[in-house]
């Protein structure tokens, strides 16, 4: 049988001939293996090594440092927990020059929160706000608006063009630097074009490159009431801003609004008597806006809200029930265009609903990813041991997610079990000499019997 | 339903819509001069003050292009980029807009380029 790599002549002895043909099939082998490069796989993979390891001649700290991957490149108070004292991310408890109005240490540890100076910093003691470490995941759906790129929580996260691209210069000069100066070439270095470059396409192709199209055919019984509920533009309104529960009015349309959560009552961290200025949001001065984020990544990136306010995903949907959101210009409007004058009022049960329909779909997100890295694992070669192994770690931790999510709303038990089985292949994989990639195919079938047990899947 | 969520929609994006997107400024106060991603030569120029008219507000640029005049409002900020003396960038005033010192002006409309947003002004040595 002619392969797609012809051309070798048969030797005559039978010792030559295995001998040749198996030198040969090695050859075919690596040669058959051999991909042209792919520009922007290189650019991604040149991308990530910067975003892990590159310190830019600062603090320690690399993009990393805020953005785990293993806690879907957001940051929480439990895992910072796990972290050793010297971690870079504490470089205010160590670092003598950032001692004082670089970080709140306390609200850190306690509450995942980071400080930034977003109106200036001519007086660090009074003029910053406590903000949580938003995901960056679905970047491609989510930055675009007529207006403008819009990144960060309040949407006007960058320095100079306002770009995802020059995302990292600002977050250099905020988190990276040594001292207080913020002097370029002495306090850190600025990223060049070529990282820059970088730096969004491995940022862009994180997650999910497309938005959802709902209604998805969920199986849930409360998950699916859930959905209704948030497509109801009568009852849940939450499709009119998370379109698709992604981040846009329409596709490209992603906006600011002030919804109230600055006036939430008791904020955690504001319980802690720290003193915290009021976030004014987008612009200098502020107008009170934030940016809208997606909500197939919320039920496992929480806390919620630029402030991490709010613990858990109930209580985020719970949110739009209360005084804050009701009373703010977001909630007023829609109280104005709602033929009883209702913002948003949902009962106990269909709050829950729609966290329900939330944690299903992330689970699904989860399952997507975790399906797209197993597959990425099983078509690496024999020898490329490490690639593997890094893929298969992050598939597990996303299926550990999906489980997390599930369960944590007490759903779909049959879909939980079989996930179970996908991360425990997913681990044996990742230890196996010799079956990984029998093993991988296995984690993947698992993953496909949670999924059709989450929603009706065409074959 | 769907005419309702179109209206509500269009309508949402009428209330955002005064959030123009702009870069977060204040971290803009330490990148040194020519090294904004996107802005530097783009929607700025840069070259030395040619003169300046403190009665009308206005600073003339030496741009490779030709001279540009733009005006300094009270919107405009404006920094002193001390990078090469190794020293932390602060905000400057209208008075450190002189003859001679190398500047960066980011236009505040990009097709006008008749007001300042922002101005870089290139410290040397004291």
Redesign the interface.
Known sequence: MSGPCDGVEPPRSFRLRVSAAFMAGAAALVACQTVPPDPQAALIAKGRDLFFNETFAGNGRTCGSCHRELENFAISPAFIATLPKDDPLFVAEFVPALKQNFENPRLMREFGLILE??????DLANKFTMRGVPHVLALRTSVA??????T?WS?????????L??FA??AV??HFTKTL??????DFR?PT?PE?DALEAFQLSLGRQADLALPLPLKGTVAKRGQEIFLN??LG?C???H?NAGAN??PG?N???NTGVEDLPDQPARLTGERIPRDDG???PG?G?FNTPPLVEAADTGPFFHNNAIETIEGAVAFYNGQAFNNS??GR?LAS?DPNGVGIRLDGTQVVAVAAFLRVINALENIRQSIELLQQAEALGFFETAPAQALLGRAASETGDSIAVLSGGGLHPDAVAALGDAKRLTERAARSLFNRRGLAREAIQAQERARVQLMEVRK | ?RS??S???M???L??????????????????IG??????Q??SSIGEVAGVNPAAQTVTIADPAGPRTVRITEKTRIWLD??KI????V?GRFADLQKGRRVEVKYADPERRDVAEWVKVEIGQP
Do not use: W
């Not at chain 2, 090294?35 to 530097?40: L, T």
């Not at chain 2, 190794?86 to 960038?89: I, L, R, S």
């Open positions: 100076n977003l109106d200036g910093f001519d608006s007529p207006q403008g790129p819009r960060g949407g006007d996260g960058a320095p100079a063009d306002g770009s691209r020059s210069v600002g000069i905020q100066n913020r002097v370029a070439g002495v600025l074009d820059l533009n009568g309104k499709n009119v801003c379109g009015l329409a349309n906006a600011n609004f987008f612009g200098i107008d806006t210009p977001s409007f265009s | 339903m309702l969520l209206g509500l929609g309508a949402l994006g209330l955002c819509a005064s959030s123009h997107a702009h870069g977060q400024k204040a971290t803009e106060q330490y990148i040194p090294q904004s991603p996107g802005v530097s783009k929607y001390r990078t190794k020293q932390t960038n905000p």
